[in-house]
């Protein structure tokens, strides 16, 4: 826990250096995701700073934040109710979508890479766990991206 309160305080203090730099901004929401023991407050700044990368970064960003904001909206699911919950579970799969359907991760290989290692399976065992609760009640759209998403992560029931 040391090293990421010594990380946490890094990054507070590059941001007035690198507000402009989304890079900065989605490697500080990752830096929060990744972490043990986190709160929902850590959650929603990591959300936020996925999507000031998001928003504002270029093709890239915006397939690696997509990702990012994914796989937060997950994590933020645990601390919710209902509505919020349903909500965060849609966002999860659109950002995951938007993320598989990209020219960044448009290689099979690539985006592999990208959930390579143990902690990093666990994302995916989450976002997939999504995708399955999210079936009981979505509409045939979203059931359309929750297929892609699956077959994108060579997903067998």
């Known amino acids: 826990i040391g090293s990421y309160k010594l990380l946490y305080s890094i990054y507070d203090k590059l941001e007035t250096l690198l507000n402009d730099n ?19 407050k850590d959650l929603q700044n ?14 890239r960003l915006r397939a690696k934040s997509a990702l990012t904001l994914s ?29 598989i359907t990209s020219e960044f991760y448009e290689h099979k290989d690539n985006f592999k890479n990208v959930l390579d290692g143990e902690k990093r399976r666990a994302y995916e065992n989450m976002i997939l ?12 759209e979203l059931a359309c991206k929750i297929g892609r998403i699956r ?4 997903f067998r029931e």
């Open 151 to 154: 077959k994108k992560f060579d």
């Open 71 to 99: 796989l937060v909206s997950c994590m933020i699911t645990k601390y919710v109710n209902n509505d919020e919950y349903r909500n965060f579970q849609e966002r999860a799969i659109e950002y995951a979508y938007e993320a």
């Open 129 to 140: 766990s999504t995708c399955t609760e999210t079936l009981e009640y979505c509409d045939n």
């Open 46 to 59: 990591a959300y936020r700073y996925a999507y000031k990368a998001y928003s504002d970064g270029n093709v």
């Open 22 to 40: 989304m890079d900065y901004w989605l490697q500080r929401a990752k830096s929060i995701y990744r972490r043990g023991n986190i709160s929902l």
